[in-house]
């Protein structure tokens, strides 16, 4: 098909995976793992491959300028492609949601009413940068029994190219439709527009990239959006710690990678502790090249740190996703005063509280707005991976259908389903 004539392209694309999509919701199990079990091996198997493709997208993107955290995503290194394979292998052995039946309750006319849980048919998936969520992608779409349009970041066509490849191998291997999973590959930015106003095709978008790609798809998206604008996720030191723990999850939760999503961005420390934490908190962040934005307080604690950069904290500070090594600091009297500064400034992503004091720890986990909410771990933790799911879609902060991490269950809809014995209603 001829991706130059855009229209008639999007159409063929959006027409295959409406008539995969049927296929793939009465797919059986065994066919669905053996896909997932094949695409695990091809990934294995075809490294230098990968890394060839790889190397010609970051060669690129660097002559392009891409540099930081947008380039750290676009590597597809041997660990990546570890436990992309891993996740493959975890979601085979996960059971299958698809037709599990929920809630079934008899009632007193004799019929039984439940609900059946199902594909949602086909899903959009626009992303940038990072090459492995075509394979995190796909794998929950096959799992699922959805089909899924996928759409990657111009900088890195290559990469996903060679691994769609590998997917459509290991559909066709399970007796599956290829269709199930396609990729769209024009670099075409009106590619995207199509998509997002298909509604006869798509069911849903999926965008995982930065605020402004998720904002215009909100925006001019005729589908259904499960998204998530930013990450500004807050770790807060309540007055009850232990402070050895404090200091060790405070600082893997800012500095063991700065550009993901769930990267704490904001630190708030209660004034008991705030003489006593914020010093030696201080002292890691500046042996690692952190710059602490923070209130008055909070500066004024911090200022014997030998080769700390600070700068003081502005309104926007506290609002801030930064993917980089800057992190915003302040100094709240109670718990109250933390829980309406998250509420108010945080992204309603992930927010933790660290503390030995069980009933501020149970108001942190009710009170706080937010898709996941932590007591006593690294805000890092806030991925489908780490929660079991094999691997995730994205993260949504919306209300309604997913929330958090969106792994297969939020990949399913469900739908009524009545047995009866011939009853009629009178």
Same mark, same amino acid.
């Given at each position: 098909m001829d991706v130059h004539d855009l229209s008639a392209y999007m159409a063929h694309v959006g027409a295959a995976a409406?008539?995969?999509?049927?296929?793939?919701?009465?797919?059986?199990?065994?066919?669905?793992? +053996?896909?997932?079990?094949?695409?695990?091996?091809?990934?294995?198997?075809?490294?230098?491959?990968?890394?060839?493709?790889?190397?010609?997208?970051l060669t690129a993107a660097a002559a392009g300028g891409l540099d930081g955290p947008m380039l750290d995503?676009?590597?597809?290194?041997?660990?990546?492609?570890?436990?992309?394979? +891993?996740?493959?292998?975890?979601?085979?052995?996960?059971?299958?949601?698809?037709? +599990?039946?929920?809630?079934?309750?008899?009632?007193?006319?004799?019929?039984?009413?439940?609900?059946?849980?199902?594909?949602?048919?086909?899903f959009g998936m626009i992303y940038e940068s990072r090459p492995n969520v075509t394979i995190e992608a796909a794998s929950l779409a096959i799992k699922s029994g959805n089909a899924a349009i996928l759409r990657g970041g111009s900088e890195a066509l290559h990469s996903n190219v060679a691994l769609w490849k590998l997917v459509q191998a290991a559909l066709l291997e399970a007796g599956l439709p290829a269709e199930a999973v396609q990729l769209i590959e024009t670099t075409d930015r009106a590619a995207v527009g199509k998509l997002i106003t298909m509604p006869e095709s798509v069911d849903v978008i999926i965008p995982r990239g930065g605020k402004g790609l998720i904002e215009r798809i909100s925006a001019e998206s005729r589908v259904p959006v499960i998204k998530h604008l930013d990450g500004n996720c807050h770790t807060y030191v309540d007055a009850e710690v232990d402070l050895d723990m404090a200091l060790?999850?405070?600082?893997?939760?800012?500095?063991?990678?700065?550009?993901?999503?769930?990267?704490t961005e904001s630190l708030l420390v209660h004034a008991a502790q705030a003489a006593t934490f914020l010093p030696r908190i201080a002292a890691v962040f500046a042996a690692k090249g952190v710059e602490v934005r923070g209130c008055a307080r909070t500066l004024a604690a911090i200022a014997g740190v030998a080769g700390l950069k600070t700068a003081v904290a502005t309104e926007q500070d506290w609002a801030e996703e930064y993917l980089a090594p800057v992190i915003s600091a302040k100094v709240v009297d109670t718990l109250d005063?933390?829980?309406?500064?998250?509420?108010?400034?945080?992204?309603?992503?992930?927010?933790?509280?660290?503390?030995?004091?069980?009933?501020?720890?149970?108001?942190?986990?009710?009170?706080?707005?937010?898709?996941?909410?932590?007591?006593?771990?690294?805000?890092?933790?806030?991925?489908?991976?780490?929660?079991?799911?094999?691997? +995730?879609?994205?993260?949504?902060?919306?209300?309604?259908?997913?929330?958090?991490?969106?792994?297969?269950?939020?990949?399913?809809?469900?739908?009524?389903?009545?047995?009866?014995?011939?009853?009629?209603?009178?």
């Open positions: 409406r008539s995969a999509s049927t296929r793939m919701a009465a797919a059986s199990t065994a066919a669905k793992n +053996e896909a997932l079990v094949a695409l695990a091996r091809l990934l294995r198997d075809n490294g230098p491959a990968l890394a060839e493709a790889n190397a010609r997208d995503r676009l590597k597809l290194g041997d660990k990546v492609i570890a436990t992309v394979a +891993e996740g493959c292998e975890q979601i085979a052995a996960m059971p299958d949601p698809i037709g +599990e039946i929920l809630n079934l309750r008899r009632r007193p006319s004799g019929i039984a009413v439940g609900q059946m849980r199902v594909p949602l048919g086909v060790l999850v405070t600082e893997n939760a800012k500095t063991q990678k700065y550009s993901p999503c769930n990267a005063e933390a829980i309406a500064h998250i509420n108010r400034h945080g992204s309603h992503h992930t927010d933790a509280i660290l503390t030995t004091h069980h009933p501020n720890a149970m108001r942190f986990l009710r009170e706080v707005d937010s898709a996941s909410v932590m007591v006593n771990a690294s805000t890092r933790f806030a991925d489908g991976f780490e929660y079991g799911l094999g691997a +995730e879609i994205g993260i949504s902060t919306d209300k309604f259908h997913a929330r958090g991490p969106v792994g297969l269950d939020g990949l399913t809809s469900l739908k009524y389903v009545v047995l009866g014995q011939g009853e009629i209603r009178t």
